[in-house]
């Protein structure tokens, strides 16, 4: 009896939940200091690109920063993470608003996607939400020296609620990168495809971020504090690089080359920051937990939810 209560209010709530459009308050970034003459940086011909990288700095000050990103990964020097995040993305489905972002200088996905908790620069853990992800070709970090043809960064950023407060956040965003390298037997994948399709105009009906984690037989990740790699260049990022690439098609990675095809910007079609100074920061090594992960609900529930989580309490109690 109470079983089936339980079983028809989780539908109920997690059909309610797909609806509902959830409203977070995010830990707000540092802001950017522009240098001198600077007002703004403007991706453009008259302002920051990938042909002036090594000049980022001249627009805004940080990005001349000591703890900017990417670096060269050597895994040989990194110490064990003490704790390992665990990944348990929420699929998305058509209900869930996820709209291409009008970016010029990427490919990039914008929504309210999923929960994840990371230990943070203070070495507590923070939930983090999904916020977007964007791609560089090739890839930014490099592992041991070697670059890859794609890196996806999964961004996320902290939140401010009831139990957790920002200004003990240290770093407010966490970026997921993973790596791809071409190969001739990979199969496309369908959360790319909108951005090239043109039959569709920027919305995603369905996919699976877990998907490219499970495609992974190793999820090895390196651990360590960075920065954003395009302009602010905000120093305020965990960055988990993992290890293993995962195989991509020529088609697919032509399209995303052939979208940089502005060689004014995008020399060689490329967009990715050459590698910065590690400056003696360390590099934590771990394994994320992928499997048998509970998906994280979203804290803050809907008044349906409240109200069915009331009806569900008392019939417990009673
Ligand atoms: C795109 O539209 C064309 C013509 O309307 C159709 O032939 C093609 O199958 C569509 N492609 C996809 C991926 O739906
Ligand atoms: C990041 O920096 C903090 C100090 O601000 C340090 O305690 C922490 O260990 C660093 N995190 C990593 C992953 O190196
Ligand atoms: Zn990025």
Not at 16 to 43: H, K, M, Q, W
Request: proline share 4%; charged share 20%.
């Amino acid at each position: 009896m109470i079983f089936g209560l339980f079983a028809l209010l989780s539908t109920l709530i997690s059909a309610e939940s797909t609806t509902n459009e959830v409203t977070r308050d995010y830990c707000s970034l540092p802001d950017a200091i522009y240098a001198d003459g600077v007002s703004a940086a403007d991706f453009g011909a008259t302002g920051w690109s990938y042909t002036n990288a090594a000049n980022w700095a001249d627009f805004v000050v940080t990005c001349g920063g000591s703890f900017q990103s990417p670096i060269d990964i050597i895994t040989t020097s990194s110490a064990q993470e003490a704790i390992q995040p665990q990944i348990n993305y929420k699929s998305k489905d058509a209900s869930t608003g996820y709209e291409e972002a009008n970016k010029p200088y990427t490919k990039e996905y914008e929504g309210e996607y999923s929960e994840i908790e990371v230990t943070d620069a203070s070495g507590s853990v923070i939930r983090y939400y999904a916020k977007q992800f964007h791609i560089h070709t090739p890839s930014e970090h490099t592992i041991d020296g070697k670059y890859y043809d794609l890196e996806i960064h999964f961004v996320h950023q902290a939140i401010q609620d009831d139990e957790q407060d920002c200004n003990k956040v240290k770093n407010k965003l966490t970026v997921f990168g993973i790596m791809f390298q071409e190969s001739s037997s990979a199969t496309d994948y369908e959360a790319f495809k909108p951005w090239f399709d043109s039959n569709v105009t920027g919305e995603i009906d369905s996919f699976d971020l877990n998907d490219f984690f499970s495609k992974m037989s190793d999820a090895t990740y390196y651990h360590y504090n960075g920065s954003l790699t395009t302009l602010p260049c905000s120093q305020t990022v965990n960055w988990v690089v993992f290890q293993q690439p995962l195989p991509i098609s020529s088609t697919q990675l032509k399209q995303f080359q052939d979208f940089l095809s502005d060689s004014t910007l995008f020399p060689i079609k490329h967009n990715n920051r050459p590698i910065q100074n590690l400056n003696g920061r360390k590099i934590l090594k771990g394994t994320a937990i992928t499997s048998g992960v509970t998906e994280i609900p979203d804290v803050q529930g809907s008044f349906a939810q409240i109200i069915a989580m009331a009806i569900l309490i008392t019939l417990l109690i009673q």
